[in-house]
């Protein structure tokens, strides 16, 4: 089973960046779709964005249309969350996931297949 290491998060300022990483343990992240999720105190968890590994297509949640971008670099198997113009309500825990399809990765939470522990997100000024 693949294991999936988030990294990147942190505090920042209204307004700043954040680039997240998701690196898997061993091999090529070998999947059909792979996607990011956060879950803020006493909040469901949120899909944030996704990609399909077949077509290249992606999924951005309303919310983060416009300011977030995923991406993925295949030979150091590894996913990006590029994360800008950040809001306070961006603040969650941000964890990456991979599973069949990005409608099977939105319709569990990510929690279907396999997923990370999850890096801290904080906008604060």
């Known amino acids: 089973q693949v294991q999936l290491v988030e990294s990147g998060g942190g505090l920042v300022q209204p307004g700043g960046s954040l680039r997240l990483s998701c690196a898997a343990s061993?091999?090529?992240?070998?999947?059909?779709?792979i996607g990011w999720f956060r879950q803020a105190p006493g909040k469901e968890p949120e899909g944030v964005s996704c990609i399909d590994n077949s077509d290249g297509s992606t999924y951005y949640a309303d919310s983060v249309k416009g300011r977030f971008t995923i991406s993925r670099d295949n030979l150091k198997n590894t996913v990006y969350l590029q994360m800008n113009s950040l809001k306070p309500e961006d603040t969650a825990i941000y964890y990456c996931?991979?599973?069949?399809?990005?409608?099977?990765?939105?319709?569990?939470?990510?929690?279907?297949?396999?997923w990370g522990q999850g890096t801290q997100v904080t906008v604060s000024s």
């Open positions: 996931a991979t599973d069949t399809s990005i409608t099977r990765l939105l319709d569990t939470s990510g929690l279907g297949g396999n």
């Open positions: 061993e091999g090529t992240l070998d999947y059909d779709a």
